[in-house]
Every structure is written in C-alpha cells, then in structure tokens.
C-alpha cells in the first residue's frame, strides 16, 4: 500500500477539467511544500510536471497546475487533450524513515 | 538532451544478486544526487536508494537496508545498484533519477525489468 492516497482512475472529456487528489499526512504532504506529480505513459520515461506543490518545469504547459490544502494536494489539468492520458503519480518529501514517499498512481482516460 | 538508459536487469532466482546500471549524459553527472526508484507489478512508484555527488552519502528504503547498495563512479557517468538477497516482492522495473533538493526527479531512465522468481 502506498504511503500517499490517490484515486485509481479519473476521466475526462477532451476541453474539459479534471483534478486528482493525493491524500497524505502531517509528516508529508501536509507538513512540507515538496510536492510533485509526475507523468507516465507506460513502456516510456516518466515525466516531472509539477514540483513544490505549484511550479512547473521548464517546457510543461500551463494547462497543468497544482495546489495544497491541508494534508491533500491536487492536480489540475485544463483543456484536457488526447495526449494527457497516462498514469498520473505524486510524491512528496517525507519527515519519516523513507525520505520520499509516492501515491500509488491514478489513470487518466481522455473520453 | 539528457538521456539516462538503464541495464543489467532480468530473472532471478529467490535469494539470488544482480547489478543494475545506468548511464547518463547530457549534464554534469558528478554535480547531482542520484536516485532508483521501482515499480512493481500494478503498484505504484517507490523510492529505493539514492546517493550523493561524492558517494559519501547513501540511504534506503527500510525494505532493501542491508540487501541492496547503491555506488557511482562519476568518470564514467554511471550509477549502479547491487541488489543481494533478492526476494519476489522485488521483482519491479527499476528506474534510475536524477534527483534534486532531496525531493524531486527531473530525469528518468525508460527503467529495467528485474524480476525475481524460482
């Protein structure tokens, strides 16, 4: 089981919205601003979209943006495109003995 | 571009070793903390090891302490992994990172598939 809770799958339709959630603690992501989320297309590299909770990396569409409130952070991706579907992970800087902890991912699927 | 291209993956037995590899180029190797992170079958990520610019600083998931070791040699651009000891709930593709502030991974490798099986 893993350390960050995030929902298995989310979908949406192209142009529209979605945001997923990833559930942690005060010793993670409710403690620290070090939240990332990362892209996955299967059988390809995953890809950093998102760091410390809001900033994206050079490249990344600003369609993608990310937010904290309490122990959850979220991910939003705007004007959803075929291109988006992929598995979607975060992880954030834990306080505990295993120094950076991961959701357990969550599918998106472009109707 | 940088590019970081794993090997040294494959079938083993229960209780058995393997090394990992990983090459990277397209940035200044010896500046960066280096990360492996895995994926098991139907699971989600899970950091593994990493290790600082000199090799004088080293941590582990609990799960692997004593079994796996993590080493570099900065003239050739590699990172490894050695894992003894290996047990099935190893058995994952093993993805090397290129690691920032202890926190992030702005690099990955496609990642090897080391499974762990008799």
């Known amino acids: 089981q893993s350390a960050l809770t995030q929902p298995a799958s989310v979908s949406g339709s192209p142009g529209q919205s979605i945001t997923i959630s990833c559930t942690g603690s005060?010793?993670?992501?409710?403690?620290?601003?070090?939240v990332s989320w990362y892209q996955h297309h299967p059988g390809k590299v995953p890809k950093l979209m998102i760091y410390?909770?809001?900033n994206r990396p050079s490249g990344i569409s600003n369609r993608f943006s990310g937010s904290k409130s309490g122990n959850t952070a979220s991910l939003t991706i705007s004007g959803l495109q075929a291109e988006d579907e992929a598995d979607y992970y975060c992880?954030?800087?834990?306080?505990?003995?295993?120094?950076?902890?991961f959701g357990g991912g969550t599918k998106l699927t472009v109707l | 571009e940088v590019q970081i291209v794993e090997s040294g993956g494959g079938l083993v037995q229960p209780g058995g070793s393997l090394r990992l590899s990983c090459v990277a180029s397209?940035?200044?190797?010896?500046?960066?903390?280096m990360s492996w992170v895995r994926q098991a079958p139907g699971k989600g990520l899970e950091w593994v090891a990493n290790?600082?610019?000199?090799?004088?600083?080293?941590y582990y998931v609990d799960s692997v302490k004593g079994r796996f070791t993590i080493s570099r040699d900065n003239a050739k651009n590699s990172l490894y992994l050695q894992m003894d000891s290996l047990r099935v709930e190893d058995t994952a593709v093993y993805h090397c990172?290129?690691?920032?502030?202890?926190?992030?991974?702005?690099?990955w490798g496609q990642g090897v598939l080391v499974t762990v099986s008799s």
């Open positions: 005060l010793s993670d992501v409710g403690g620290y601003r070090f």
């Open positions: 990172a290129r690691e920032l502030d202890g926190r992030i991974y702005d690099y």
């Open positions: 992880s954030s800087y834990s306080s505990g003995s295993t120094l950076v902890v």
């Open positions: 410390d909770v809001t």
């Open positions: 290790i600082n610019q000199d090799d004088s600083e080293k």
């Open positions: 397209g940035f200044t190797f010896r500046s960066h903390w």
